[in-house]
């Protein structure tokens, strides 16, 4: 039996049992008072809960509460929301930040009848700057009162997540167990401060499945492995990156070792949802014009096989000429040798899309005008065979433009 996708869906909407609310305080504090900053997910129903974030060593102060809040969730307390604000990263705001995370959980919990303990919190925008709380205060109490399970509401919750993104990120999985349905949908911002694990990101999921904290927690660090720590655009690790699912059992489906099938399909389901929203984060890079998926196989170690796709995805200089639409294949090469694995290049096979471009040691010259087409495309893989082990890597990276250098030069 397999799982039903839906991109660019309703998000956390489409999950029963889970309400969404939005609202707009002017959290960054300029014109554009009407923009949506602040979102609140409440669940009706207490929830297991699973969360993974940022390995930055500058950690911003909800990232601290939010983490706080899963241990206590691994001990036992049951998880009530999340409450997600952007135009301000809470990030380098010494006691004060720590403080004000706090405040924002205790905010939201008391508007819908929980214990702040209850709640997660995320922030996202600018580096060392307090929040506003009074702002805060009001625009979390709106979002509160504006919750429900209506799918537009859903959307705008969706929408107040977002930074420098240019659209939002939503999509939805769904697969069937003896005649009952279970759900895993999600929403995500991140366009800049992309490169894992974590990045500038939120991915923030909902489950009506029955399932374990533990077992949960095990899923997510699996679906986290292959997506969101599997795509850089920049190379910049964020303060705030935070991934989190509640789930809230409403459907009656429990997921658990003992069935290896259900498990299997709640993986597959939730794996789907978090490769999407990771997908969509690179293709909504600051300021790019081509995403490339690049693959690594035939490494003598999985640490080898990421950090050479690491080394290829992060170089400038290849970044650089993908945005030129040349193959510059040299570039590749090099960058895969100074990653210092070992690798052989006379046993290395390297393609553009299925194009032979290097094959053991021998370039395919043949071929140049059919791999200079393959890299004018928006969208294209490369894959570099090593053929010295077993292991593989597949990472989702982005060429670099004059424009992101203009974005990016100032605040």
């Known amino acids: 039996m397999a799982i039903e996708f839906f991109d660019d869906s309703n998000g956390i909407a489409d999950v029963p049992g889970f309400r969404t609310g939005a609202a707009a305080c002017n959290l960054r504090g300029n014109a554009d008072t009407a923009r949506l900053d602040v979102a609140v997910i409440f669940s009706e129903k207490p929830c297991t809960a699973a969360g993974a974030f940022t390995t930055n060593d500058v950690k911003a102060a909800p990232v ?13 307390t049951p998880m009530r929301g999340i409450v997600a604000t952007s135009g301000n990263a809470n990030a380098c705001t010494g006691e004060q930040g720590m403080k004000d995370a706090a405040a924002m959980c205790a905010l939201a919990a008391e508007a819908c009848g929980v214990s702040p303990e209850q709640f997660f919190v995320c922030s996202t925008g600018r580096i060392g700057v307090n929040l506003p709380m009074e702002k805060m205060a009001r625009g979390i109490a709106e979002a509160a009162k504006n919750l429900s399970r209506d799918p ?93 699912v509640l789930a809230d059992g409403e459907s009656g489906v429990r997921v658990s070792e003992d069935d290896a099938g259900t498990l299997a399909l709640f993986k597959e389901a939730l794996n789907a949802v978090t490769f999407a929203l990771a997908r969509k984060i690179v293709g909504d890079g600051e300021k790019i014009s081509r995403v490339v998926t690049l693959r690594v196989f035939g490494a003598r170690s999985a ?86 082990g077993v292991h593989d890597y597949r990472l989702i990276s982005t060429d670099l433009t004059e424009a992101y250098v203009d974005f990016n030069k100032g605040e």
């Not at 601290?64 to 036992?76: D, E, N, P, T």
């Not at 006379?346 to 087409?373: C, M, S």
């Open 303 to 388: 640490a080898d096989a990421n950090r050479i796709a690491r080394s290829i995805g992060n170089s400038l200089l290849v970044k650089a000429s993908w945005c030129g639409g040349d193959p510059n294949w040299g570039r590749l090469l090099c960058a895969a040798g100074y990653a210092k694995c070992g690798i052989d290049q006379t046993k290395i096979d390297l393609f553009y899309d299925d194009v032979p471009v290097f094959l053991k040691g021998e370039l395919q010259a043949q071929n140049e005008a059919a791999w200079r087409r393959v890299v004018r495309e928006k969208e294209f893989e490369i894959r570099m065979h090593l053929n010295l």
């Open 152 to 244: 537009a509401e859903s959307l705008r919750a969706a929408d107040a997540i977002l930074t420098s993104d240019t659209r939002r990120k939503t999509c939805t999985a769904k697969f069937s167990v003896g005649g009952k349905t279970v759900t895993v949908a999600g929403m995500a911002k991140g366009a800049g401060m992309i490169e894992p694990g974590m990045a500038t990101m939120f991915g923030l999921i909902a489950t009506d499945a029955e399932i374990a904290q533990p077992l949960l927690q095990k899923c997510l660090w699996n679906a986290v492995g292959q997506s969101f720590n599997c795509v850089t655009v920049d190379g910049d690790m964020s303060t705030n990156d935070t991934v989190l």
């Open 64 to 76: 601290y509460v939010s983490q706080a809040h899963l241990r206590g969730a691994a001990a036992g």
